[in-house]
């Protein structure tokens, strides 16, 4: 891509000041250090507007990185798989019989993509040096040709937003910036009290060394929870006039030129997992610029479906750069043919509507999207042993050992027909869709409706293994890595509901078992997959298991700067994110119809607090208080009029507005309704 000239400034000249810190910073709010970061992983404080990051390290002489959402190096790429269509019947054939071995090394040489890789080069900058001066205001932009089609429409928009930005002035626009974010960081908060021993007081680097070694800083849980939020605010804005694009892997910070993980969108976890704290904690228009990406995609994903699979629809793997480009990855084998990547992005489009009630996207953005989602499944999927079941396909990164009869026995492999977590990816497509044809009044004799309808119960149900677990493959395969980071197969658990307590008690205890069975062979030993359990064990209603860890992602993932990494090491943003939803889901959940007030909350570590401002689906306010490890009072506010079904803490009974509750309420927008102890 050519950034050749886009880097322009303007240099306003005025007095120096500097900013005193009058009042001790609130621990709950506040970053701070009493040295500048020496390191940018570890150190930098992060700041953006969506499309342009900075990360600042606080020195005399000071650095700050700077990078742009769209600066990539290369266009878009043809990687179709000329020859997949056509092995794609004899490869499904060896995995039906058994021959695992075969079919895998057929789906390396017929379906994964080749690519030619051309050199590519870089351009460094010049120095400016200014001498003279007391006070400097430097307006700058970055634009790439990703946006722009000729160097003269990308230049000409550098001058045009930097001359908008010298007659604004860095007052105003800080200030802009500043009630921007505010807007949206603002409707909600929590607090789960002061930290003891003075132990928030501290640097915020100091903290996390002392958290480290055992010093109990709850105040701690509630910066990285706003800091989660800052995040995600920073990285990722929609911008109505421009092409928008998501926080990846790195959010919108990077100091290289080749960027960790390529820079990609990787939707088997880590970009759905960017978004969960998005509708939860009230900030629900930070994913729209992943709807843009999927729009982007949607075209590539169509001819995908029809050159590779021989489908209608659309269909992503695990990967999305972009461009928006749908091949399989072409070099990691378990992870490279798993065609279900559009089947859990979409669901956040589902779930866009849910919180927002936004009739308008669910007809024109998430209902033709849905419908070519579920129209790729519906000719994918073939029948076996009496279901409709995906294959090849894997269960995301996991890989388990070939049994004795099937192929080269004792090898570790990874595909295989019917994995469980397509399973369930299926039954969220064929079920949103008809969610959303319910709530768009098409009736039920409309072809999707029709085909959606006969296909959902046709798909194969979860299967319980020896020892009442979840069965992550179509058999109780010896597991390769018992302790997987990917937990695939309890996404029914979370981030869908499948396997709710609520919803279906007999799949949640198998769910339970196998976390359990992960965890006690070493699952969460990254950053996002520990965050990932906080969230399934919130899920399982078990506030105590969901807050043990809750103390090992502090303990080990954070760096100084609070930026989640990988193990310990490597920055990768979406633990962050991971971990903001887990302490939300703690105190609120809404899936399933039902807004369940202190679902799992881990009432020995967090005796009293409150939350203000917590979005529930059905768009609808919450704020709660408790005390003593028990619920006192939550009050809900009604964006929209509609069904208020509610539930507090383990189904103790609760008064709204002082009457005995006895189930739903058809709550009026604009009212306000009160919920107090029985």
Not at 83 to 94: D, E, S, T, V
Not at 173 to 191: F, Q, V
């Amino acid at each position: 891509m050519n950034i050749r000239g886009i880097f322009k400034y303007t240099i306003l000249l005025g007095w120096l000041h500097a900013t005193a810190i009058g009042a001790v910073l609130d621990g709950d709010r506040f970053l701070w250090y009493s040295e500048p970061a020496s390191d940018w992983e570890t150190g930098v404080l992060a700041i953006g507007n969506g499309r342009i990051g900075a990360a600042i390290f606080g020195s005399g002489n000071e650095v700050i990185t700077l990078n742009e959402d769209s600066i990539w190096s290369g266009p878009l790429q043809n990687r179709m798989p000329i020859r997949g269509l056509q092995a794609l019947p004899k490869i499904r054939q060896q995995l039906v019989e058994d021959d695992i071995t075969e079919a895998t090394s057929s789906i390396m040489n017929n379906m994964m993509p080749s690519v030619s890789r051309e050199p590519h080069n870089s351009v460094s900058g010049s120095t400016l040096s200014i001498t003279g001066a007391t006070e400097v205001d430097l307006f700058f932009d970055i634009e790439t040709s990703y946006r722009h089609q000729t160097q003269q429409k990308l230049e000409a928009e550098v001058d045009r937003k930097l001359k908008a930005s010298i007659a604004k002035g860095y007052t105003d626009i800080r200030d802009g910036a500043i009630a921007d974010a505010t807007a949206l960081l603002g409707r909600a908060s929590i607090n789960f009290g002061k930290s003891p021993n003075g132990a928030a007081d501290l640097p915020t680097d100091k903290r996390i060394k002392m958290t480290r070694k055992g010093l109990d800083d709850t105040q701690l849980a509630v910066l990285a929870w706003n800091y989660g939020r800052h995040l995600l605010v920073a990285s990722s804005r929609h911008n109505d006039a421009d092409v928008s694009l998501p926080a990846n892997l790195l959010g919108l910070w990077n100091n290289r030129t080749t960027s960790t993980w390529g820079g990609k969108f990787t939707i088997n976890i880590n970009l759905e997992m960017n978004y969960w704290p998005a509708g939860q904690t009230n900030i629900i228009e930070t994913q729209e610029s992943m709807f843009s990406l999927l729009k982007i995609a949607k075209p590539r994903g169509e001819e995908m479906a029809q050159k590779l699979y021989g489908c209608n629809g659309t269909v992503f793997h695990h990967n999305l750069d972009l461009w928006g480009d749908a091949a399989p990855s072409d070099n990691n084998t378990s992870a490279t043919m798993w065609p279900m990547g559009a089947a859990w992005t979409v669901q956040h489009m589902m779930d866009h509507y849910r919180f927002t009630g936004d009739a308008d996207f669910l007809l024109l953005t998430a209902y033709p999207f849905l419908k070519d989602v579920a129209s790729f499944y519906r000719c994918y999927a073939f029948d076996w042993q009496g279901s409709k079941v995906t294959g090849p396909s894997v269960s995301p990164e996991n890989s388990f050992i070939v049994p004795n009869n099937a192929s080269v026995a004792g090898s570790r492999k990874a595909y295989d027909i019917a994995p469980e977590m397509d399973n369930q990816l299926m039954r969220d497509v064929m079920e949103s869709l008809l969610e959303a044809a319910k709530a768009l009044n098409i009736p039920h004799t409309d072809e999707d409706v029709k085909e959606a309808t006969e296909f959902l119960p046709l798909i194969r149900r979860p299967a319980i293994g020896s020892y009442g677990q979840i069965l992550e493959w179509r058999s109780e395969y010896k597991e390769a890595e018992p302790g997987h980071r990917h937990l695939s197969p309890l996404y029914g658990l979370h981030p869908s509901f499948q396997f709710s307590p609520l919803v279906n008690e007999t799949l949640s205890r198998a769910a339970n078992v196998l976390l359990n069975h992960r965890v006690a062979n070493g699952s969460g030993h990254t950053g996002w997959s520990r965050a990932w359990l906080i969230n399934q064990y919130a899920r399982l209603f078990s506030g105590a298991k969901a807050w043990k860890h809750v103390e090992p992602w502090f303990a080990k993932y954070p760096t100084s700067n609070l930026w989640n990494t990988d193990s310990g090491q490597g920055f990768q943003i979406d633990g962050n994110f991971g971990s903001t939803s887990g302490i939300t889901e703690m105190l609120l959940q809404s899936h399933a119809g039902i807004i369940h007030i202190l679902p799992a909350l881990p009432a020995a570590a967090l005796p009293t607090g409150n939350a203000r401002g917590l979005l529930a689906r059905g768009g609808f306010e919450v704020d709660i208080d408790w005390k003593e490890g028990r619920f006192q009072k939550a009050a809900i506010r009604p964006q929209r009029g509609g069904r208020l079904q509610l539930r507090v803490s383990d189904g103790t009974s609760f008064k709204v507005n002082g009457e005995l509750y006895k189930g739903p309420i058809q709550a009026v927008s604009g009212r306000s309704y009160t919920l107090t102890l029985a």
